[in-house]
């Protein structure tokens, strides 16, 4: 018989995680430690897959996820970068609509300072440009990219699954079958799990559920010259973005344990 508990708490970090034995969530209510599921300001970003290795069971008390988008992109700029040194790059996120999205035109917000006005648009009736802290947090994620990447987000009025369309400018002159022999690689070996790779005719509806970060589409990519690549890939901001956050619990957990080994590095912290 197993029994699970609840709890009629509004506010999450009022439940008294520390006598059901939780260790990771919420500080106030007597967790240890915090993965914040989003951007955040001065917290270590980790992405897992990319530099979740970087983390520190003495040093981390609180860590951000960053965003999906970002765990979305960020293994691709690695492979790019490990590959063919990338110079620059620009990342657009065609994105699902969210939660905190109007389903009508309306107010913003209060809580999000950073929203732009046509932010308050409404979801259903719109395509909505809108910033993102993808190029931010990729700067942190990979430190020799700082001041080389940007980012759009537009919200599109569809439920679920998003895609990053990424260009890149790259040192190293390369094919698109070398770009696709390096995703495939990846996909098969270091980032098994972590980064799908499809060569079938696919739209949006055929990633719901991915449990992917990132699903590299190879039919969708342009080779506009061997040195500007754009590519695509498709994510589940949902429910891909859940199975990374329990990976890097489960991590967490086994470093904290001294089941893994464990190397100290010096992490990027959130925004300036």
Not at 30 to 54: E, Q, R, Y
Not at 111 to 133: E, S, V
Not at 142 to 161: C, D, H, T, Y
Not at 165 to 182: G, H, I, S, W
């Amino acid at each position: 018989e197993t029994r699970i508990a609840t709890s009629q708490e509004k506010q999450p970090w009022k439940i008294p995680w520390k006598n059901k034995g939780v260790t990771y969530l919420h500080i106030d209510g007597g967790a240890k430690k915090v993965i914040i599921t989003a951007p955040s300001v001065d917290a270590p970003m980790l992405v897992f897959g990319v530099n979740h290795t970087c983390y520190s069971p003495k040093r981390d008390s609180v860590i951000s996820a960053t965003s999906c988008t970002t765990n979305c992109a960020a293994p691709i700029v690695k492979i790019m970068h490990n590959n063919f040194e990338v110079l620059e790059a620009m990342i657009t996120s065609i994105h699902a609509m969210t939660a905190c999205q109007n389903t009508v035109d309306g107010p913003i917000e209060k809580h999000r300072p950073t929203a732009l006005w046509r932010d308050g648009r409404g979801a259903i009736q719109n395509i909505i440009p809108t910033a993102t802290g993808a190029a931010k947090s990729l700067a942190k994620i990979i430190p020799e990219l700082k001041g080389k990447i940007s980012a759009i987000a537009f919200r599109v009025p569809i439920p679920n699954v998003s895609l990053c369309d990424m260009t890149f400018r790259v040192n190293k002159p390369a094919t698109y079958e070398e770009v696709k022999e390096a995703m495939k690689e990846a996909s098969e070996g270091q980032l098994k799990d972590v980064l799908g790779y499809t060569e079938d005719d696919c739209v949006s509806s055929d990633f719901n559920h991915t449990t992917y970060s990132c699903v590299f589409d190879a039919k969708a990519g342009i080779p506009q010259t061997s040195t500007f690549i754009k590519i695509v890939a498709w994510y589940d901001n949902e429910y891909g973005y859940a199975y990374r956050i329990a990976d890097l619990v489960q991590y967490m957990c086994n470093a904290d344990f001294g089941n893994i080994p464990v190397k100290e590095q010096v992490l990027e912290h959130g925004d300036d």
